[in-house]
């Protein structure tokens, strides 16, 4: 599985870097860290809507650091496992 989170310069100034570590330690916490690859990305053209994510193919937006967590659980770990 692939997550991209967008650094653009909107997401950048609303906290991507929060968002990417928020990721890595929750990935490490679950070690996914064969299963999961997490990207920096361009601007997913979504930059009204607060930091924006890719996984796979859904862009998933409004990320911050309280909901990091349920979003990794929804989208990650349910289809993961
Ligand atoms: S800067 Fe992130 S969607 Fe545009």
Redesign the pocket.
Known sequence: MEIYV???????LKG?YAIINGFKDLIAQNQLEDKVNLNA???????Q?G??IKIDDQIV?GLNPDNVKEVFEERVLKEIK
């Open positions: 967008c650094i653009g310069s909107s997401c950048h991507s990305s361009f601007c997913l053209g979504r930059c809507d930091v924006t937006t």
